[in-house]
């Protein structure tokens, strides 16, 4: 069984920092990209940030500049550093992998619990 632990959510003000981590533990034969999705109230979910498991990454737009994705392979871990957070910034953070849990299985997509991010004017 494969499990991601979030953890780093909270509240900040404008232009403060926060940094989201995410754990993938259990059976996980090979990890593929890991990622954030980000959804605030009424809004449809969207894709912050994505690393491949060759440390290949993207963003949106939004974020650019003041985000940076990073993995740790080793530790089955990424991590979200969000500088010059903004108020339009919160939202619920949910980490997303692509696992493959055993070497006879497919690879299958995994979300965390979500994290809170809120930002203050």
């Known amino acids: 069984q494969v499990q991601l632990v979030e953890s780093g959510g909270g509240l900040v003000q404008a232009g403060g920092s926060l940094r989201l981590s995410c754990a993938a533990s259990?059976?996980?034969?090979?990890?593929?990209?890991m990622g954030w999705y980000r959804q605030a109230p009424g809004k449809q979910r969207e894709l912050v940030a994505a690393?491949?498991?060759?440390?290949?990454?993207n963003y949106l737009d939004s974020v650019k500049g003041r985000f940076t994705i990073s993995r740790d392979n080793a530790k089955n871990t990424v991590y979200l550093q969000m500088n010059g957070l903004k108020p339009e910034d919160t939202a619920v953070y949910s980490c997303?992998?692509?696992?493959?849990?055993?070497?006879?299985?497919?690879?299958?997509?995994?979300w965390g619990q979500g994290t809170q991010v809120t930002v203050s004017s």
């Open positions: 259990g059976s996980t034969f090979s990890i593929n990209s």
């Open positions: 997303n992998a692509r696992i493959r849990p055993t070497e006879w299985d497919t690879v299958r997509n995994y």
């Open positions: 690393i491949t498991s060759g440390g290949s990454t």
